[in-house]
């Protein structure tokens, strides 16, 4: 299959990697050769580091040569069986590259976004209906397991079914979500721990560092195995009911960004790529990266065992 990523920033070398590992041929396409060196050079790395910690048996050379990387989009998706878009979340920008996969793409090739958020095919109705959907690749897209794939009632069945047995070949775990909502099904999840963590940290209730504490020593710690679902018949649904009526009534219900994410963005205090955000960060900004990167890897090694 001829696989077509458009941007080379911080998703798309991922995503292509995904793809590359999937035994596809990849073409990464962006409009600056600096950035799609800087791609090339972090696909390369990834993959590398994926042979190091032993997750896959790679010839990494071998997956090279099924890469190219192209600034004409024009040449990129002549032959595109499947395109995937990672370009920033600006709709001119967007528009300006769905105008231009519609003159150049086969009519039958399958273009998804990767959007986080944005309802790009009710946006956009009229761009290759029934074959534009979109497939939110999580952070980092090589290593997250889980693909959201996202339809409306215009989407082609067929083309959702097709994706996601390819996904899952790719070894990807992708659900299907039926319609959009904002922010999809993982974003409104995290989001609404967030705001909940955020508004107890305000209270004075808990520091910050704890409340990560108990998220990685706990809630995570148990979520990588069992579901918030499986997890409610786990515990009992009759003792889920008792909890929920004493706690609803008491958890955050504001519609505004937390205080503190925003006095923060007015300082200028915007997390890693700045140096602080909530904690403060080295300047080496890649061997942080690549200490999670190294960690996250670890942990796909023990859930692709408990697969097994």
């Known amino acids: 299959m001829n696989v077509v990523v458009i941007g080379s920033g911080v998703m798309g070398p991922g995503i292509a990697q995904v793809f590359l590992m999937g035994g596809h041929r990849v073409v990464m396409n962006d409009i600056k050769m600096e950035a799609l060196a800087e791609g090339t050079k972090a696909l390369r790395n990834s993959l590398n580091l994926f042979v190091e910690k032993g997750i896959a048996d790679l010839d990494v050379e071998a997956l090279m040569g099924n890469f190219q990387t192209m600034t004409s989009l024009e040449e990129a998706v002549k032959d595109a069986d499947l395109v995937i878009e990672a370009v920033p979340e600006v709709i001119p920008i967007k528009q300006q590259v769905y105008e231009n996969l519609d003159r150049f793409c086969p009519k039958d090739t399958v273009i998804v976004s990767n959007t986080s958020a944005l309802p790009l095919p009710e946006i956009f109705p009229h761009f290759r209906p029934g074959n534009f959907f979109v497939a939110h690749f999580m952070n980092p897209p090589q290593i997250i397991p889980l693909v959201e794939i996202v339809k409306n009632d215009k989407t082609d069945p067929e083309k959702v079914a097709w994706l996601r047995a390819e996904l899952e070949r ?84 504001d519609t505004t960004v937390p205080a503190i994410v925003g006095q923060k963005v007015q300082e200028g205090k915007l997390g890693l790529k700045t140096g602080e955000g909530f904690f403060k960060y080295p300047e080496d900004h890649e061997e ?15 859930f692709n065992a408990y697969l097994k």
């Not at 904002?182 to 955020?198: C, H, I, S, V």
């Not at 942080?288 to 023990?302: D, N, T």
């Open 288 to 302: 942080v990266q690549m200490k999670r990167q190294a960690g996250l890897l670890e942990q796909l090694k023990l």
């Open 170 to 253: 790719c070894g990807k775990k992708p659900i299907v979500i039926n319609q959009f909502v904002k922010g999809f099904l993982t974003n409104r999840l995290q989001t609404a721990m967030a705001r909940e963590a955020l508004y107890l940290y305000e209270k004075g209730i808990v520091s910050l560092e704890d409340l990560d504490i108990a998220n990685t020593a706990c809630i995570g710690f148990k979520s990588a195995w069992q579901g918030t679902v499986e997890t409610m018949d786990y515990i009992g649904l009759d003792t889920c009911a008792f909890a929920y009526n004493v706690i609803f009534p008491d958890l955050c219900n």
